[in-house]
């Protein structure tokens, strides 16, 4: 029940999202996710059934125009019935898959939850891309075309992440507005990542802090403490199981696939190198490096050495993090 109450809150914030740029609701599920942003229709498309596995019942009113005219002055006409607007609603039919029913077989329906706020439909570009943009670089789902015919995507589901974050004491809502950029932290992110994109030394001194943090992104991920440790658990290696399972299932019921690519985060090498080594018995036959992003700190003129001194900053921090972070009485 509240893993498809999620799975209807998700589909309801794009609808409306839909509505916001068209003008009007889309006229089935189907079209929502194929008119989607690429970077999300595939969740879209994995979101259209219900958590028992019978897909939602989604209806569309069309709006209704005014009857009769407003009285004049103070007095009221009782004929007049203002234009209504378009709704819509998302409806599980519950377990059993008919309407009606009690307990688990209750139905489910958007129009029976709080209205979708303003902040929470987004408006595009969540934080990540925001980064990308403010360094320069491009954001990977932009470049990724996610819909070639060879291309499959594993991952856990929305409400899969958000039930797991919520196991391990995190806030799941917190982290997916902190992503999409509704969040006030994240608005505020914004504002920095804007005034880095701002001035080409900024962006370029961005750039040096970005290349430190993930030079050191194995040892910061194993060693964070606590509720971030619990919620890294479920950002990397939950969602590398299923990679793992995957992989393994092509692997047997597809021999006519001969070269398989797993495009991963630079945090998930280390869990996903072991399970790939010590689970599938795979062994590494070569490594080849291409450069994701270069910082070229003669252009910042006298600025340059200011970078350097930052950037070594940077590092007797991410040390004296890693100090703190190691566990009493230990050496690693």
Known sequence: VKATKRRIRFLTTF????????????A??????????????????????????????YTVRAPEPAVGAPAAGDAANPAHK?????????????????PGGEGA??????????????????????IQQQLAGALGLTFQLDEMDHNKRNWRNSDLSVDQ??????????????LFTLLDGSSLTARLAGLVLRMLGSSPMFSTIGK?????????????????????????????????????????KMIKEEPGVRTIGIIYGAG????????LTEDLHYRESGAAWNTAIDVDLSTLGSAAAEAKQ????????????????????TGK
């Open 82 to 98: 203002p234009a209504a607007k378009a709704t819509f609603d998302v409806v599980s039919l519950g377990a059993d898959g008919a």
């Open 268 to 275: 998930h090498m280390p869990d996903l190198e072991r399970r």
């Open 15 to 26: 609808i409306e999202q839909a509505k916001r740029e068209h003008g009007s609701y889309p």
């Open 161 to 174: 992440v958000q039930d797991r974050l919520e196991q391990g004491g995190g806030e799941s809502d917190q």
């Open 105 to 126: 077989a209750a139905d489910l329906a958007y129009s029976a939850q709080p209205r979708v706020k303003a902040q929470e439909i987004g408006k595009g570009g969540g």
């Open 208 to 248: 040096v802090l970005m290349v430190e943090m993930l030079g050191r992104a194995d040892e910061l991920l194993t060693a964070l403490p606590g509720d971030m440790g619990a919620l890294m658990d479920v950002i990397i290696k939950d969602r590398n199981t299923v990679v793992e399972e995957d992989l393994a």
């Open 28 to 57: 089935t599920l189907q079209e929502l996710a194929a008119g989607a942003d690429k970077r999300v229709a595939d969740l879209i498309a994995g979101s259209l059934d219900d958590a028992w596995g019978h897909a939602f019942v």
């Open 310 to 329: 930052i950037r070594q900053m940077i590092r007797q921090m991410i040390d004296q993090q890693l100090k703190m972070m190691k566990p009493e009485g």
